[in-house]
């Protein structure tokens, strides 16, 4: 596997964006990761489950590139600060640049790049998915706030921007989650079928929100986490190949 940490700059602010790809010259399908917020928020390389997420998808055979979007912050804020402080505007160019950067390299495939993203990055991942007609699928784990815009400037929720997306998503939730809810979680589909998206949804008995997070004993449910890891894979071979 390769990796390296490049860094390009979104409107003045240096960005990270780290970079995953399996051993050979491609060119392969890439994927976007649109990291969570616990841990992560400090830095990418704080955080086992974002490294290990985007290892994984390299070893599936993807080109990955997953973007430090809290670089508008010092990584010693506190996470409520950035949370907080969060916005939809600023994250749609930290995504976009991503995108570029990704699709520029020699080893990738322009032509087949989706996005995955869990918890937050679900959320961010949806919110891409909206403003990027170039994506070809769109993978996303228990994100949480879609109803709902963030930032100053924003005054869309992502979940009203449904219409714009042009790539195929698959959406997976735990039942016992509470943020997305079941009630969301049928918001969010009955939103991609108004669309006319071409989507998938699974949803999770015995899980809860963040089910796939080994580094969190109380959340990670080891056997819908791996079912669930199975079928975005599947889901990403069918429309990225």
């Known amino acids: 596997m390769q990796h390296r940490i490049d860094t390009v700059d979104v409107n003045g ?29 400090a830095g990418i390389e704080t955080d086992p ?21 809290f670089h508008w912050w010092p990584k010693e804020e506190e ?9 939809d505007d600023w994250t749609v160019l930290d995504m976009k640049a991503t995108y570029d950067h990704l699709a520029s390299q020699p080893n990738v ?7 995955v993203g869990h918890c937050w990055g679900g959320r961010v991942t949806w919110l891409d998915l909206c403003h990027n007609p170039d994506y070809k699928a769109g993978v996303i784990f228990y994100g949480g706030r879609v109803k709902i815009p963030l930032g100053p400037e924003t005054k869309t929720a992502p979940i009203d921007l449904t219409g714009n997306i042009k790539s195929a998503m698959c959406c997976i939730f735990g039942k016992n989650d509470q943020g997305p809810s079941p009630e969301d979680a049928k918001d969010y589909e009955d939103a991609m079928k108004k669309a006319g998206i071409d989507y998938e949804c699974h949803h999770y008995d015995g899980a809860g929100h963040g089910f796939q997070d080994f580094t969190n ?4 449910a080891e056997e819908q986490s791996e079912d669930a890891w199975n079928k975005s894979l599947a889901f990403l071979k069918k429309h990225l190949s």
């Open 109 to 115: 495939d322009s032509s087949r790049i989706g996005t």
């Open 49 to 69: 489950f974002t490294l290990k997420v985007c290892e994984r998808y390299a070893e599936n055979g993807y080109a990955v590139a997953c973007p430090f979007i």
């Open 79 to 87: 996470m409520s600060v950035k949370r907080d402080e969060f916005r």
């Open 217 to 220: 004993a109380d959340r990670f």
């Open 13 to 41: 602010s240096p960005m990270e964006i780290f970079m995953y790809a399996p051993d050979g010259d491609g060119p392969f399908p890439g994927l976007t990761i649109a990291q969570h917020i616990p841990v992560a928020h």
